[in-house]
């Protein structure tokens, strides 16, 4: 079945470092592929997607490539900040719906100053 | 109001009650998904309603588990005769349309003694 696994956390990083946070996948299909964040207190709310092979999804900084090549979305951003800190999790679709999501299992962010 | 609401944010059960966990979309947003968040587990997709279409059920984990969407607006997710493993924070999201981004409530944290 399809599945997405994201590195364990929780991950503590000064502030201005760079940041990767891996995530692979396994799907049978051609699935979307998405990484959520949740701040502190809030709720989950999408950070970027990406729908093909080879879209960069990007915002707030932050960006990650679909390879479909090694079923990768890992994220990344070359300058963290403290409001950074979140739990931030990989995401997969298959199909119309961006909602009927498999998730990983989240990765803790921690930005010291 | 502008985002999802959830109520109660916190509900604790003994074991065998029945609770329900109430869902307020976004105005407009025709798609309603409900998931579930265990302990150190990702989330799991639990339902899915879009608009006046038979419900996707496929992630409910057990016959104890129900939902309905009245109106095309609020959800109430109820779980009858409730078990310690049903511990979680469960989440509802809306989404415009059901190729739309995901807008997550902050959850409703059950605790089953």
């Known amino acids: 079945g399809n599945s997405v696994t994201q590195m364990e956390g929780p991950v503590t990083l000064s502030e201005e470092a760079f940041l990767t946070i891996n995530c692979t996948y396994t799907?049978?299909?051609?699935?979307?592929l998405f990484w959520y964040v949740q701040y502190p207190g809030e709720g989950l709310q999408l950070l970027l997607k990406?729908?093909?092979?080879?879209d960069k999804g990007s915002n707030k900084g932050f960006e990650a490539t679909y390879r479909k090549e090694t079923t990768s979305f890992h994220l990344e951003k070359g300058s963290v900040q403290v409001s950074d800190s979140a739990v931030y999790f990989c995401?997969?679709?298959?199909?119309?719906?961006?909602?009927?999501?498999?998730f990983g299992k989240g990765t803790k962010l921690s930005v010291k100053p | 109001g502008a985002g999802v609401s959830q109520s109660p944010s916190n509900k604790v059960t003994e074991k065998g009650k029945d609770v329900e966990l109430r869902c307020d979309p976004i105005?407009?947003?025709?798609?309603l998904y409900w998931y579930r968040q265990s302990l150190g587990q990702g989330l799991e997709f639990l339902i899915y309603?879009?608009?006046?279409?038979?419900?996707?059920k496929s992630g409910l984990p057990s016959d104890r588990f129900s939902a309905e969407r009245t109106g095309g607006s609020v959800s109430t997710l109820t779980i009858q005769r409730t078990q310690q493993e049903d511990s979680a924070v469960y989440l509802c999201?809306?989404?415009?349309?059901?190729?739309?981004?995901?807008?997550f409530g902050n959850g409703t944290r059950l605790t089953v003694t």
């Open positions: 105005s407009g947003h025709t798609a």
């Open positions: 990406a729908t093909k092979a080879d």
């Open positions: 309603f879009q608009g006046n279409s038979a419900p996707d």
């Open positions: 995401a997969l679709s298959e199909g119309g719906s961006q909602g009927n999501l498999i």
């Open positions: 999201a809306s989404s415009l349309t059901g190729d739309s981004p995901l807008h």
């Open positions: 799907a049978t299909g051609y699935p979307s």
